[in-house]
T-cell receptor, first 112, second 115 residues
Framework: DAKTTQPPSMDCAEGRAANLPCNHS???????VYWYRQIHSQGPQYIIH???NNETNEMASLIITEDRKSSTLILPHATLRDTAVYYC?????????????FGQGTTLQVKP | GAGVSQSPSNKVTEKGKDVELRCDPI?????LYWYRQSLGQGLEFLIY????????KSGLPSDRFSAERTGGSVSTLTIQRTQQEDSAVYLC?????????????FGPGTRLTVT
């Protein structure tokens, strides 16, 4: 079973920041939080991951609470192409390999 | 560079037939994963290869499902005596496991329809 909880859907206006929340209250100390997204009819795409500290890359920022029980993915300037299902995943174990357990994700609709 | 490729992109088969789905990972990626995505179940893990061995087969739904990987590269997922509930998109992903890498790269998937 997925160890994360996400809202099923969200809307965001084009050009505005999209903030996607995720709860992972049972996360273990050595487990990473990953974010992937899946644009319609494509395979999932890696976005970002983190352990404790906030992370930023060219796609997004990841904010993890101090107790690590929740996190927020931030798309700073959402575009129509960011419309997708966003998955927050806690990878079992401390290894950087192994299966990803996908939940239902959040369907983000970016509107003009 | 070339990404993960899968073939065929679409497969329609009759119930009871066997099917083979192929995955070509990114060159040099030692880890390979199979997932499937169906309307009722979302994205679910099937099997994981590290090189040619499969340390995690926990997601294979029945003994009709098997997979192999040869030469640390191409992988084949075989479904015997297909059933209608096997209809889904089968996704393959690969990962570079040397160094500080964490990203799984997914292919476009094979859409399997069992009639």
């Amino acid at each position: 079973d997925a160890k994360t909880t996400q809202p099923p859907s969200m809307d965001c206006a084009e050009g505005r920041a999209a903030n996607l929340p995720c709860n992972h209250s049972t996360i273990s100390g050595n487990e990473y939080v990953y974010w992937y997204r899946q644009i319609h009819s494509q395979g999932p795409q890696y976005i970002i991951h983190g352990l404790k500290n906030n992370e930023t890359n060219e796609m997004a920022s990841l904010i993890i609470t101090e107790d690590r029980k929740s996190s927020t993915l931030i798309l700073p300037h959402a575009t129509l192409r960011d419309t997708a299902v966003y998955y927050c995943i806690v990878r079992p174990g401390s290894s950087n390999t192994g299966k990803l357990i996908f939940g239902q994700g959040t369907t983000l609709q970016v509107k003009p | 560079g070339a990404g993960v490729s899968q073939s065929p992109s679409n497969k329609v088969t009759e119930k009871g037939k066997d099917v083979e789905l192929r995955c070509d990972p990114i060159s040099g990626h030692t880890a390979l994963y199979w997932y499937r995505q169906s309307l009722g179940q979302g994205l679910e893990f099937l099997i994981y290869f590290q090189g040619n061995s499969a340390p995690d087969k926990s997601g294979l739904p029945s003994d009709r499902f098997s997979a192999e990987r040869t030469g640390g590269s191409v992988s084949t997922l075989t479904i015997q005596r297909t059933q209608q509930e096997d209809s889904a998109v089968y996704l393959c992903a690969s990962q570079l496991t040397s160094g500080d890498t964490y990203e799984q790269y997914f292919g476009p998937g094979t859409r399997l329809t069992v009639t």
